[in-house]
């Protein structure tokens, strides 16, 4: 059997930092620490702090007042920061930085007066977020079909944002839709759908033609993660979204010559190592690393951690 095992794959630049930040303040503040939803949508990253004392929340009702709060690489509302506030709440902020520039889009339009056309999944922690920046103009679109029946006419004040973590063809094809309904939509000045989202899509539609599976890791709440998978899947090929080596089947592989691995962009390289092992053990398998393209961003601390590591 052969490996082929996607560069870029695992985590990205927002992801980094989201989780530094969460290490810094377990170092600087002890376990104690609360963080609103998942710090990335990651089970064996959670599990891990977890582990630690670390205590993940769906709501600030479950924060005691005056506890250190960080806000996950997803991005909350202001409502969320209010309620925060209104609880005394330290907060830290370990929103991606790609997060917050469709924060500031939503609310730049919407004091513009335009109508926004949010592309995204309904549900995602980072579309609640952005939504919440301005309810009033956002309206959620998630396919094509949901563009007809939008009720804006043609002559209206329109632009289209996206969630980060779509399928670049799955967007691609909604704003097809959208400029053919309404052609005087605007759009951001670059492109919502994040570096590295695109980047691990593209590695996958490269290499999937050499392959006869395809293995994903990553969690099944990753919308990056997923996208990945349905790119497998539409190109005819097996394709399988798991968490680690636990859930590998060895029937799977029966009459596989090839496989093509990589991993989401919340993945750990941790897990990606352990199915490599698995492969190699079990079916005497070779791995090449194939770069389709060369990442090098990285994203700085938040301020509240910067400081605090100067002092």
């Given at each position: 059997?052969?490996?082929?095992?996607?560069?870029?794959?695992?985590?990205?630049?927002?992801?980094?930092?989201?989780?530094?930040?969460?290490?810094?303040?377990?170092?600087?503040?002890?376990?104690?620490?609360?963080v609103?939803?998942?710090?990335?949508?990651?089970?064996?990253?959670?599990?891990?702090?977890?582990k630690?004392?670390?205590?993940?929340?769906?709501?600030?009702?479950?924060?005691?007042?005056?506890?250190?709060?960080?806000?996950?690489?997803?991005?909350?509302?202001?409502?969320?920061?209010?309620?925060?506030?209104?609880?005394?709440?330290?907060?830290?902020?370990?929103?991606?930085?790609?997060?917050?520039?469709?924060?500031?889009?939503?609310?730049?339009?919407?004091?513009?007066?335009?109508?926004?056309?949010?592309?995204?999944?309904?549900?995602h922690?980072?579309?609640?977020?952005?939504?919440?920046?301005?309810?009033?103009?956002?309206?959620?679109?998630?396919?094509?079909?949901?563009?007809?029946?939008?009720?804006?006419?043609?002559?209206?004040?329109?632009?289209?944002?996206?969630?980060?973590?779509?399928?670049?063809?799955?967007?691609?094809?909604v704003?097809?839709?959208?400029?053919?309904?309404?052609?005087?939509?605007?759009?951001?000045?670059?492109?919502?759908i994040?570096?590295?989202?695109?980047?691990?899509?593209?590695?996958?539609?490269?290499?999937?033609?050499?392959?006869?599976?395809?293995?994903?890791?990553?969690?099944?709440?990753?919308?990056?993660?997923?996208?990945?998978?349905?790119?497998?899947?539409?190109?005819?090929r097996?394709?399988?979204?798991?968490?680690?080596?636990?859930e590998?089947?060895?029937?799977?592989?029966?009459?596989?010559?090839?496989?093509?691995?990589?991993?989401?962009?919340?993945?750990?390289?941790?897990?990606?190592?352990?199915?490599?092992?698995?492969?190699?053990?079990?079916?005497?398998?070779?791995?090449?690393?194939?770069?389709?393209?060369?990442?090098?961003?990285?994203?700085?601390?938040?301020?509240?951690?910067?400081?605090?590591q100067?002092?």
């Amino acid at each position: 059997m052969k490996v082929l095992l996607a560069s870029p794959r695992g985590f990205c630049a927002g992801v980094n930092m989201a989780i530094e930040c969460l290490e810094e303040c377990v170092k600087a503040f002890g376990p104690n620490i609360y963080v609103y939803h998942e710090i990335v949508h990651n089970k064996y990253v959670v599990d891990k702090f977890s582990k630690q004392g670390v205590t993940f929340v769906e709501s600030l009702s479950e924060v005691p007042a005056g506890s250190i709060l960080l806000y996950s690489a997803h991005g909350v509302s202001p409502e969320v920061r209010a309620e925060a506030r209104g609880r005394g709440l330290r907060t830290i902020d370990a929103t991606c930085p790609l997060v917050t520039k469709v924060h500031l889009e939503a609310v730049k339009y919407a004091n513009a007066h335009y109508n926004i056309i949010l592309i995204g999944h309904e549900g995602h922690d980072e579309v609640i977020g952005t939504m919440g920046e301005a309810p009033e103009s956002i309206t959620l679109v998630e396919t094509p079909e949901d563009v007809d029946g939008l009720p804006f006419s043609p002559d209206d004040k329109l632009v289209y944002l996206t969630q980060t973590t779509l399928s670049v063809q799955e967007a691609g094809e909604v704003i097809d839709r959208l400029k053919q309904k309404y052609p005087n939509i605007e759009s951001p000045p670059k492109e919502d759908i994040c570096y590295a989202t695109t980047n691990r899509q593209d590695a996958v539609k490269q290499l999937i033609q050499q392959s006869d599976l395809l293995l994903v890791l990553g969690s099944q709440n990753s919308s990056n993660s997923k996208r990945l998978m349905e790119i497998g899947l539409t190109e005819g090929r097996p394709a399988y979204l798991i968490d680690g080596k636990h859930e590998l089947k060895e029937e799977w592989f029966t009459g596989i010559n090839t496989v093509m691995v990589t991993a989401g962009a919340s993945a750990p390289e941790v897990v990606v190592e352990e199915c490599l092992e698995y492969l190699e053990t079990t079916f005497g398998a070779t791995v090449e690393e194939v770069t389709t393209r060369e990442e090098h961003v990285t994203f700085p601390l938040p301020k509240e951690l910067r400081k605090l590591q100067s002092s």
